[in-house]
């Protein structure tokens, strides 16, 4: 169903509405297929892409909602009695969301790279809220609504997801579950992961995080988890949305393994035509979506 398409991931957290919008419409001039959004910028990205001339039925638009505790529904804060405004934090920081003492909450992707440099433990991570629970209006179009679990309590995330899905029973989505490889044995995905398709008649895919967050790194080390968390994933008969640690080795990879699969760019691609003028921009998400699609669909043997 969504087999060889690209899917751009703006942020779970990037609530900064312009900020995504700019590059919703850079990637939907440059073919992109899918576009992952939080459900609050989701209305306006859309208003501004019909504004802009684009067909929204020519996309497909997913909504991505966190488990409590997710940690893309994390945020970060400074404590200030404990910060010495060193500026460790704002050097590691790709979305621009920091800068000591203060915390961009807009911007803030929760990817706790700022926490983890910190010598003062003047950084501290909390959960977002996130108001899901009333439908959208109907004339957002809605393919795709997905749900992040990066948490180990088995009856926590179903009780959770039930509550998630429960929402969208009257749209018809298909259900995505974004599962954080660094929780879970292959046991416990194997379970849990059908437990999850039982749970609803909606078509179910599998996105693959195989390292949550590392994709604005530009090394074969970082996409080699998600590939492998992939193929498992695949194996076991789901469809497969690679993501987490995505970058210009993926398709390639995923080509060369066969694995029929779509890949999701977050911090990857954000980082790449961030501060560019636009058509420069256009031209590199453009080069790199035809590129990326070309290696995910040729058939290596
Ligand atoms: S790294 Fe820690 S101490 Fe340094 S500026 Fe950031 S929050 Fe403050
Ligand atoms: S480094 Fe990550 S968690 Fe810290 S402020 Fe920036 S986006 Fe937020």
Request: charged share 30%; net charge positive; proline share 2%.
């Amino acid at each position: 169903m969504y087999k060889g398409k690209f899917k751009v991931i703006t942020g779970l957290g990037n609530k900064d509405k312009n900020k995504v919008k700019d590059l919703v419409l850079i990637w939907m001039k440059a073919g992109a297929d899918i576009f992952d959004t939080s459900i609050e910028v989701m209305p306006y990205i859309q208003e501004e892409a019909k504004k802009a001339g684009f067909n929204l039925d020519d996309y497909i638009f997913c909504v991505s909602i966190p488990i409590e505790g997710d940690i893309h529904g994390k945020k970060a804060k400074i404590i200030k009695d404990k910060c010495n405004l060193c500026n460790l934090c704002k050097k590691v920081c790709v979305d621009n969301a920091i800068n000591p003492p203060f915390v961009d909450e807009l911007k803030c992707i929760g990817c706790s790279r700022c926490f983890d440099v910190c010598g003062n433990n003047a950084i501290k991570m909390y959960d977002d809220k996130i108001a899901f629970e009333k439908p959208f209006d109907k004339n957002i179009k809605l393919d795709m609504v997905e749900v992040h679990i990066s948490i180990d309590d088995i009856d926590k995330i179903k009780k959770d997801y039930k509550k998630i899905i429960d929402v969208f029973n009257d749209r018809n989505v298909t259900i995505s579950v974004c599962l954080n490889r660094k929780c879970f044995s292959n046991d416990t995905v194997i379970k849990l992961l059908s437990e999850l398709k039982e749970m609803t008649n909606k078509p179910f895919i599998v996105q693959a995080d195989g390292n949550p967050m590392n994709g604005a790194n530009e090394d074969i080390k970082s996409t080699i988890e998600t590939l492998a968390f992939g193929n498992f994933v695949k194996n076991l008969g789901y469809e497969v949305v690679l993501s987490g640690g995505t970058n210009k080795y993926t398709a390639e990879l995923a080509g060369k393994m066969n694995l029929d699969c779509s890949i999701g760019f977050g911090s990857y691609i954000r980082k790449m035509t961030d501060n560019k003028d636009k058509d420069e921009a256009i031209k590199i998400a453009f080069d790199f979506v035809k590129r990326t699609k070309e290696l995910l669909n040729a058939k290596q043997c």
